[in-house]
């Protein structure tokens, strides 16, 4: 989700800022608790947006939250001037803590999830003029961090069914330039990652997880970050463990790990990785800072329980809203368990009387259930534009490959039905009790009901 998204959602919800959870543990949730469900006895009546009463009256739970048991440490942190990595454990300490939760060798601590990708792409040799397949589907911050590089990010289609890349769309995409593969395991849906990792395998490119969505998600029985060459996760405030601004890379190779160290803190020798003088190799400041690391270092078991009851509320709406006719929840890998950072299903308006998506957006929103349309085609914004327009990109690229580049984005059938398509539901959302997703439901058969007065 993007910083603007989660603003639109923040005031949707609440103007009160970072929220204090007194209570530990899902205690912090039973000021929901308390109501009776009413088995969708308002779906005849006539909806908000036509002057109706909203379905759900009584807010959601804000994000982030803290616990008073927190604040002694992150004190700790400040009384004693410790500030920066170099001088203090608790980076370390965070390090080593999310390799075990995600059962990966190592971690590297990063200033955010963008300079966790900048490290990745960097040590996966990712240079100028070089191209990245990655997902369209993502928040711009993917793009990114291969346009710094003066490298091309180049889009897979997105597979409208499951919202992740497509791997049938990847080696028609592979040139004598491309150096890697950037799945993006987006709203916490793990990307089918097999068949993305036997066709970079075949071709000999590197496979970098963004995985800044996906604390926890698992394919196959193991914790995205373990299935690319390096992963990269965000800590921003938004996310599911957060710390204001913060980030990780994680990977089970010493030798990349080593790399990924020494470039993120300046090029100072790490590990294996070293050289005959101090200055051998490039790198930049992207180090965590003590405070971030002392805050996530608290969140472990708040993430663990929070993480299993979105599965169970998402599973609960799954089961509920793909019987809507026109209404189309993800489908997933097999044996996949994803995290839902957003929530999304698929919106097909001919079963709601032609009513567009953004007015169903509007109409959900009014029955007080806060929503949003997920990304959109953010190919055609301009930001791509400006990079191969740039000096440097038309140095690094031929001024052919740049059109044909400009035109590819048309190509994107897939992504393009996905972002006209889709309704996604913030994960705040599904840390509610049963009876709040039967709001949900009940909102949506509601609209269903009256989409002919609606449009
Ligand atoms: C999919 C994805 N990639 C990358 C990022 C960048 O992370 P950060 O905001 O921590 O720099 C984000 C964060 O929103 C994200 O959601």
Redesign the pocket.
Same mark, same amino acid.
């Given at each position: 989700?993007?910083t603007s998204d989660f603003t639109k959602l923040k005031t949707s919800i609440t103007r009160r800022g970072f929220i204090r959870e007194a209570a530990a543990g899902s205690a912090a949730l039973t000021w929901l608790g308390g109501h009776t469900p009413n088995a969708f006895a308002s779906e005849t009546a006539k909806p908000a947006l036509l002057g109706g009463a909203p379905v759900h009256q009584r807010g959601w739970s804000e994000w982030p939250k803290w616990r008073e048991s927190w604040e002694p440490a992150v004190l700790r942190v400040l009384r004693s001037g410790k500030w920066f990595r170099g001088e203090g454990g608790h980076v370390a300490e965070f390090e080593a803590a999310y390799a075990k939760l995600l059962g990966a060798q190592r971690c590297l601590a990063t200033a955010?999830? *963008?300079t966790a990708?900048l490290v990745a792409l960097h040590v996966m040799d990712v240079d100028a003029g070089d191209e990245v397949i990655v997902s369209p589907y *993502?928040?711009v911050? *993917?793009y990114n961090a291969i346009l710094i590089n003066k490298a091309l990010p180049v889009f897979a289609d997105t597979d409208p069914a499951t919202l992740t890349m497509d791997p049938k769309s990847i080696e028609s995409r592979i040139t004598d330039r491309t150096r890697a593969v950037l799945p993006?395991h987006?709203y916490g849906m793990p990307c089918d990652m097999d068949p993305i990792n036997a066709v970079a395998r075949k071709h000999k490119l590197g496979v970098i997880e963004?995985a800044? +969505?996906a604390w926890l998600a698992e394919y196959r029985g193991r914790k995205c970050g373990n299935f690319g060459d390096l992963a990269c996760f965000?800590f +921003?405030n938004s996310k599911h463990i957060p710390s204001g601004?913060g980030?990780a890379v994680t990977g089970n190779s010493d030798d990349l790990m080593d790399r990924c160290h020494a470039f993120h803190n300046v090029g100072r020798a790490t590990g294996n990785f070293r050289g005959e003088k101090p200055y051998f190799t490039r790198g930049s400041n992207y180090r965590m800072q003590q405070f971030q690391a002392v805050i996530l270092m608290q969140q472990f078991d708040k993430l663990v329980q929070e993480t299993a009851r979105r599965r169970e509320n998402a599973d609960y709406l799954s089961a509920q809203l793909k019987q809507i006719p026109g209404i189309q929840p993800a489908r997933l890998p097999e044996t996949s368990r994803p995290v839902w950072h957003l929530y999304p299903l698929r919106y097909d308006a001919t079963q709601f009387s032609g009513l567009a998506r953004d007015k169903f957006l509007k109409a959900l929103s009014a029955e007080g259930i806060p929503c949003s349309g997920g990304y959109h085609e953010q190919y055609f914004d301009g930001l791509l534009d400006e990079a191969i327009n740039s000096r440097g990109f038309k140095r690094l690229f031929g001024a052919e490959r740049l059109k044909a580049y400009r035109e590819s984005f048309q190509e994107l059938k897939g992504n393009r039905e996905v972002c006209a398509t889709t309704v996604a539901l913030p994960q705040n959302l599904l840390l509610a009790e049963r009876a709040d997703m039967d709001h949900i439901i009940e909102a949506i058969r509601k609209l269903q009901k009256h989409s002919a007065a609606l449009r």
């Open positions: 989700m993007s955010s999830g *963008t990708l *993502t928040f911050a *993917t993006v987006i963004d800044c +969505q965000s +921003q601004e980030g």
